[in-house]
């Protein structure tokens, strides 16, 4: 008989329990698990240290007995194209970074206790660009094409016990390009860990869990555990599901007894309740975690743990998206996996401070362009408060790139997806799954039977959120459309169609996959700055004045062909209930994809924010709109030739107008009218002060100044943060600035800056956020770039203080410590 036991805390509750196929409801009991064997039930170890690399072909590097000793030794994850040098001739193009590509061999070597007998072994991998093949003691495990999954192998049955050692090999091919429209990265470039469970232990992803119901007063949650027994035999096992509060309380369980695992896969289904849930949202992002503990004769044999975010959420035709009940705008941006700097290694940090940026500005959601996401950027996202459109796929069956996925699309797909939504379906901050990003079929009939498959394989696993994709020809003859699986449309640009959606789709939900493509250059600006500019196919028709050093205007009245300026989106985006929200492509410029494709630019003009973290113009104005916090940012930087007339413009908020002061003479008040975004002067040029003072009423709100800089004095140095930890991956970033002797930022600085270490720690990267440089990010010096630079700390794993010492030639130094903790 199967028995089923509902223990909630601190009190019992009574409720029905659906289980299996069975029924049954017992008296509370105590029954906590034992900790001990809770604990060593599972062990995930970090198998991400001490592998040996090298770049190129190598016969029999898989074998075990194989010579390695004078490869390089690294911990991953790692990218060896962002080690290259940058060159028009590399075959990735300047589409893909103008970074080279090639084959690499990955080997690591361990031991396993005699002890781990009878125990079972997976080898997991967050995602390895591309082509990747394993092998464990010489033994062929299997191959992965796509380069963003993740995937698993099971080593149990060629693995090696005692003194003798184990060899995991990893061949890693991105050789053929151009594979993709961006740049990649190559290699192992994001974590790998090692699972040991017993053999009767819950599925890979193997919980499901969610909240059909959901009020102020309660919240059903329903679990549902794949329990995989390597046994050969059947066993009668104890399944209980225990829901832990965000302070480490136990809030309730579920406990069902004798539970029959007959199969080598079995499924049990349970259902409870969770009174007074705090409800998680992007202001309050309240997380409780379900342990699940799979017991044989009262002995923890698994354990296995699920993140829980309590909310609901709808997108209406006429209101667009509310989340738990509340109106509000999904404020998005596309980002894609580079770091910048770090390149495709995967960085929990260097994730974090990216969206910590992106939150200063209003973000609320992402979209991740246009491929799975590393693990660690949804769990962020989940802590931080973060919507999520969780993307998969570039390309179906018809090819964007010479060598891309779709070669692989025939015989991996459907794998892919499901494995896709398997791994993230969990996450509470994932609201919408994209099945696609301007896919080619969209205009070929055979969109509409690929869009019911892929549509039907992610109903069958999940159910909880909207379908949609992105459409760059967002009409209703559109074949992806017309397959009837879209719950929400995707609008790729074509803003000029926004207001007609409800005419031109009546009764469907809308949402702005992506939007906007501007194109700017931190700190550069180009007059007149109130006329807006399409990029043509010739790059010099674009400027007034030619701009020969491929600079962008950041005035924001530059954008692609098929785009706008970000002020023109939002206007329609903010006018309307049933424009759910918008996707701006991007929030950070990334690695490639320069528009237009003219050497030397190797990198995108798209971003809010630049490759090296830095906010462009443009970040304000969101800023301004996004948040309720006051600003009141003034631009362009304050040197000029004499007698040149400037365009100062102003964002603000929380105000009702803006006074402008040069030199302590009023230049006039200038307030919003009608939709306006910002304000502007025409002021003719004279060095000094530039002062403008927000207010309401009569009361003044914010005052800001940009003073002439004089000639470069100084370099100083600002970390973001002072106390990083002692584990080998955090980092600091320190931002670089080339003032002159009063403390002014410099505009147009441009001197090298040269770095020392001192201490147990390593400069893992450096940056300027110019789309042109060809300096190599993995260096211990950086020319500034309109007076800022960027050096990236990575801390090694012993504790102390670690002191950067920046010097350039002719200026005074500067120096910051930074303590690593254990």
């Known amino acids: 008989m199967l028995r089923t036991t509902l223990l909630p805390a601190p009190a019992c509750l009574t409720l029905f329990v659906?289980?299996?196929?069975?029924?049954?409801?017992?008296?509370?009991?105590?029954?906590?698990?034992?900790?001990?064997?809770?604990?060593?039930?599972?062990?995930?170890?970090?198998?991400?240290?001490?592998?040996?690399?090298?770049?190129?072909e190598q016969q029999g590097a898989q074998e075990p007995g194989f010579n390695d000793g004078g490869w390089r030794k690294l911990n991953l994850p790692h990218d060896w194209s962002i080690e290259g040098s940058f060159s028009e001739s590399h075959p990735a193009g300047t589409g893909g970074g103008a970074l080279p590509g090639g084959t690499g061999w990955y080997r690591k070597t361990f031991t396993l206790s005699e002890a781990d007998k009878g125990k079972v072994f997976y080898i997991d991998f967050d995602g390895v660009y591309m082509n990747s093949e394993v092998w464990i003691n010489g033994q062929h495990l299997g191959k992965r094409p796509n380069g963003y999954i993740s995937f698993r192998y099971d080593l149990t049955p060629h693995l090696l016990y005692g003194s003798t050692p184990n060899v995991i090999a990893v061949k890693v091919d991105n050789s053929h390009q151009p594979n993709s429209r961006w740049y990649s990265g190559s290699g192992i470039y994001r974590n790998v860990w090692l699972t040991k469970v017993n053999q009767v232990h819950v599925a890979h992803w193997g919980t499901y869990v969610t909240t059909p119901q959901v009020s102020e007063k309660a919240a059903t949650v329903v679990i549902s555990t794949k329990i995989n027994n390597t046994t050969g035999q059947a066993?009668?096992?104890?399944?209980?599901?225990?829901?832990?509060d965000a302070a480490g309380k136990e809030v309730v369980r579920i406990k069902s007894e004798e539970i029959q695992l007959t199969k080598a896969e079995n499924e049990v289904s349970q259902e409870l309740t969770v009174s007074g849930p705090k409800l998680w949202s992007v202001e309050e992002p309240y997380l409780y975690k379900v342990v699940t503990l799979v017991e044989q004769n009262g002995k923890v044999v698994d354990n296995y743990e699920t993140p829980l975010g309590i909310r609901y959420f709808n997108f209406d035709v006429a209101k667009g998206f509310s989340l738990n009940g509340k109106p509000m705008k999904i404020l998005g941006v596309c980002n894609h996996h580079d770091l910048g700097a770090l390149g495709a290694a995967i960085n929990t940090r260097a994730l974090e401070r990216q969206l910590e940026i992106l939150r200063g500005m209003g973000v609320n959601s992402i979209r991740t362009a246009h491929n799975p996401p590393a693990p660690e950027l949804l769990d962020l996202c989940d802590k931080m408060g973060f919507l999520v459109m969780d993307e998969v796929f570039d390309m179906w069956k018809k090819e964007k790139s010479k060598f891309d996925y779709s070669h692989s699309w025939d015989e991996w797909h459907e794998r892919d997806l499901r494995d896709f939504i398997l791994r993230d379906r969990n996450h509470p901050s994932i609201i919408v799954w994209s099945i696609g990003n301007e896919i080619p079929e969209q205009w070929g009939p055979e969109g509409t039977p690929i869009a019911t498959e892929l549509a039907g394989i992610v109903k069958s696993l999940d159910k909880t959120r909207p379908i949609t994709a992105g459409l760059n020809e967002p009409y209703p003859s559109n074949s992806i459309y017309k397959s009837g699986e879209l719950d929400l449309v995707g609008f790729n640009y074509h803003h000029e169609d926004f207001e007609k959606f409800p005419q031109s789709f009546p009764g469907q939900k809308f949402i702005a996959t992506e939007t906007t493509s501007a194109l700017a250059t931190r700190g550069s600006y180009d007059m007149p700055s109130d006329s807006i500019r399409r990029w043509p196919y010739k790059w010099d028709e674009l400027f007034t004045d030619g701009n020969k050093d491929l600079t962008v205007s950041a005035y924001d009245n530059v954008s692609a062909p098929w785009g706008s300026t970000h002020e023109e989106t939002w206007k329609l985006i903010k006018k309307h209930d049933y424009l759910s929200g918008m996707y701006i492509w991007t929030g950070f410029d990334y690695i490639g994809e320069p528009t237009p494709y003219v050497w030397p630019a190797r990198s995108s003009y798209f971003g809010v924010v630049d490759l090296a973290g830095f906010p462009k113009d443009t970040y304000y104005m969101y800023k301004s709109e996004w948040t309720s916090e006051p600003v009141l940012h003034i631009f362009p930087h304050w040197n000029w030739q004499p007698g040149k007339t400037v365009d100062v413009w102003a964002y603000y908020n929380n105000a009702d107008e803006v006074e402008l002061f040069l030199n302590d003479k009023s230049l006039g008040i200038k307030k919003k009218e009608g939709d306006d975004l910002h304000v502007i002067w025409r002021v003719p040029y004279q060095p000094g002060t530039l002062r403008a003072v927000s207010r309401k009423g009569e009361e003044e709100v914010l005052t800001k100044e940009i003073k002439t800089a004089g000639a470069a004095a100084r370099v100083v140095l600002e970390v973001d943060r002072d106390n990083i930890k002692a584990d080998g991956k955090d980092l600091?970033?320190?931002?670089?600035r080339i003032e002159d002797k009063d403390g002014n930022l410099v505009p147009r600085a441009d001197n090298l800056v040269q770095f020392k270490v001192d201490g147990k720690a390593t400069i893992a990267g450096v940056d300027n956020g110019l789309q042109t440089s060809m300096e190599s990010f993995k260096a211990d010096h950086r020319k500034a770039f309109n007076g800022l630079c960027l050096a990236i700390l990575q801390a090694q794993e012993e504790a102390g203080t670690v002191k950067l010492t920046a010097t350039s030639a002719g200026l005074e130094s500067a120096s910051i410590s930074i303590k690593m903790s254990r």
């Open 18 to 56: 659906t289980v299996a196929m069975l029924l049954g409801l017992f008296a509370c009991k105590s029954a906590k698990p034992d900790g001990g064997a809770e604990a060593n039930a599972r062990t995930r170890t970090d198998f991400t240290k001490d592998w040996s690399f090298s770049l190129g």
């Open 235 to 244: 066993g009668s096992f104890t399944v209980s599901n225990l829901v832990y």
């Open 732 to 736: 600091a970033f320190v931002t670089v």
